[in-house]
């Protein structure tokens, strides 16, 4: 019997070559174009907002004292922060092989931490940009194995959290990924586990995959902020109905008069409905890659909108067009579904909470946890996200639902 050491034989000791590690895609696009304020420590965080204007106007005399109607002021509030939390774990056989264990965590640690707080951070957008899952099955469970539409977003030995709108909640591990096919083996175990039966889990009834917790305990998205409960949002925002103010209410288009063929014409109206309802002022519109494909191959075949500026990055790429409807910027990333479309004022979001991917830190000053076992020791080290997004001005944003050409 021996000590645990993860890297193994990929240790420089044996491979003069540096770890290889695939580059990740920075998907957190939405993540940093919202303002962030640190400043809400718990307890209910409070979002007030104008319910209504003051409105007397007369023509011809003034309006009588008693008819006078009075501005209607609401507080909104958040009463509970969620929290994200991610773990890594390092064996101490591997951090001696690095010459000393301080060096170690000097050299090796913070770089692989900060490929692991961008992988929180994709996780954290593709929740926010959607329902609060991580990708949908495409296909009815099987016993072992699903179907889902973004392998991709998965790694191998990673919990998973699978449920629908009818059975409970199956937590599992992720042992295989076939890219070609789209499909994970789940087991109960990450090693030498048995099958998980999925065939319960079915298109019909939605079946998703969450974080574990997810779908107890998820952010407030943008899906269920921005859309009435009649188009799949929530009813209700800041602990008001939506429906008793105007302000609350987003502009809200049905997208399934959309095609691969009209989508170009169909944004542009959107967007200018959703300026002259919403009183904002929407500067992007942001969609899923394969939306954002069939746009920009309108573009190209109809010569009257022209490119005026291109950019691309890191999981995105966005394009400003210019027509005879007027401009507008398109943005594709790959943390959205199809199935919605945001039109976005970007001055009426805020991430609010305390801490945003930030490191434990003990009261030893130590950034890792100590744990001990027959197999050796181990250091456990925690990033901690509190915090949510809030739409301050839902009724400035746009949101396209019901996508499915």
């Not at 509030?77 to 774990?89: C, D, Y």
């Not at 977003?153 to 295989?176: H, M, P, W």
């Not at 959703?274 to 942001?286: D, F, Q, S, V």
């Not at 434990?360 to 250091?379: C, V, W």
Request: net charge negative; proline share 2%; charged share 25%.
């Amino acid at each position: 019997m021996a000590t645990t050491d993860n890297f193994n034989e990929m240790l420089k000791e044996y491979m003069p070559h540096e770890l290889l590690v695939e580059s990740m895609k920075k998907r957190n696009y939405f993540w940093n174009k919202v303002s962030k304020k640190e400043d809400w420590k718990k307890g209910t965080y409070y979002v007030p907002f104008e319910g209504g204007e003051y409105s007397s106007l007369s023509m011809g005399a003034l309006t009588a004292s008693n008819d006078v109607a009075n501005g209607t002021f609401v507080k909104g509030q958040i009463t509970t922060q969620p929290e994200l939390w991610g773990t890594m774990k390092f064996d101490e056989k591997d951090l001696d092989r690095h010459e000393s264990l301080e060096k170690s965590f000097l050299a090796l640690v913070p770089e692989k931490v900060d490929q692991f707080v961008r992988r929180m951070q994709e996780r954290v957008s593709i929740m926010l940009l959607g329902d609060g899952s991580i990708a949908k099955l495409t296909s009815d469970g099987l016993n072992g194995s699903c179907v889902v539409d973004h392998p991709e977003r998965f790694t191998i030995g990673e919990k998973i959290e699978v449920d629908d709108d009818n059975s409970s909640v199956q937590l599992c591990y992720v042992t295989a990924i076939n890219m070609s096919t789209k499909t994970l083996t789940v087991k109960d175990a990450r090693s030498s586990g048995s099958a998980v039966n999925l065939t319960a889990y079915t298109t019909a009834q939605n079946a998703k995959i969450y974080l574990p917790g997810g779908q107890a305990a998820g952010f407030s998205g943008l899906k269920a902020q921005l859309l009435s409960a009649a188009n799949g949002g929530g009813s209700t925002l800041y602990g008001q109905t939506k429906t008793t103010y105007p302000y609350l209410q987003s502009q809200q288009f049905d997208g399934s008069v959309i095609t691969a063929a009209n989508i170009l014409e169909k944004l542009f109206d959107f967007y200018y409905e959703t300026m002259n309802l919403g009183k904002g002022n929407p500067t992007e519109i942001l969609m899923s890659m394969n939306n954002f494909k069939n746009a920009v191959k309108g573009e190209q075949v109809n010569r009257q909108y022209v490119s005026t500026d291109k950019k691309a990055g890191y999981g995105y790429r966005s394009v400003t067009l210019l027509g005879n409807e007027g401009e507008m910027t398109l943005t594709g990333i790959r943390d959205m579904a199809d199935s919605e479309i945001y039109v976005l004022d970007w001055e009426g979001f805020h991430f609010v909470g305390d801490k945003f991917f930030d490191r434990k830190r003990h009261l030893d000053g130590n950034e890792y946890f100590l744990e001990r076992a027959t197999t050796g020791y181990s250091y456990l080290t925690d990033i901690k996200f509190y915090g949510d997004l809030a739409v301050y001005r839902p009724s400035h944003q746009g949101v396209i639902y019901g996508i499915s050409y």
